[in-house]
């Protein structure tokens, strides 16, 4: 696990420079999670999960689960800076970054998280969608029979979106916000026009 966790920080330097700060949530019966903050240099700080990966994420319907086999990821959360108090999300990117362990998910592109409140205070956000890996960090290959690392993009979400997703799905949602040239990095966005 530790070196898995290792290989992962790694990668994540590598892609995204050297984190300027981190912090560390512990939840009863879970690996500690860790998340990891990035300045480019621009205006958009990154947020990125760390102890996701540790354990391969487990089919809930699956009578025992593969210490081994099963998809790996970590969450990669990317908002502009200096326009709300972002930093507030470090809390719930380990929350999600929990559910696995906790409520047996699997994480996956397509699918949406919701944190049951705002994403930091006074976001206009409560879920996110999770996006396609292999952009901003690429997979990581472990040995095998072990499954590569993948870094999950998450693209947050406000109550109408994500109500919209649920209905007509993920890729319609991410169609109509390129449609409408919706800046997905901005903290304080409203929600794209879903009629």
Known sequence: MEEILALVEARLRTALGE???RAAV???GTDRIEVLRFLDGSDVVRYATLGMSAQPMADPSALLADPVKGPRAEL???VRAGLADTDQVL???AVLAASPQVEGVVVAPGGSLDVGGPLWPGAPFH???VGE???LVPDLELAAPMEPVRFLPLLPMTPNEAAWKRVRGAAELEERWLAR???LR???RRSVALD
Request: glycine share 12%; no cysteine.
């Open 127 to 129: 879920s996110v969608l």
């Open 181 to 183: 040239g919706t800046d």
């Open 26 to 28: 512990t939840f009863l």
């Open 19 to 21: 984190p300027d700060a």
């Open 133 to 135: 890996p292999g952009g």
């Open 186 to 188: 901005d903290p304080l």
């Open 76 to 78: 990669v959360l990317s």
């Open 91 to 93: 809390r719930a990117l």
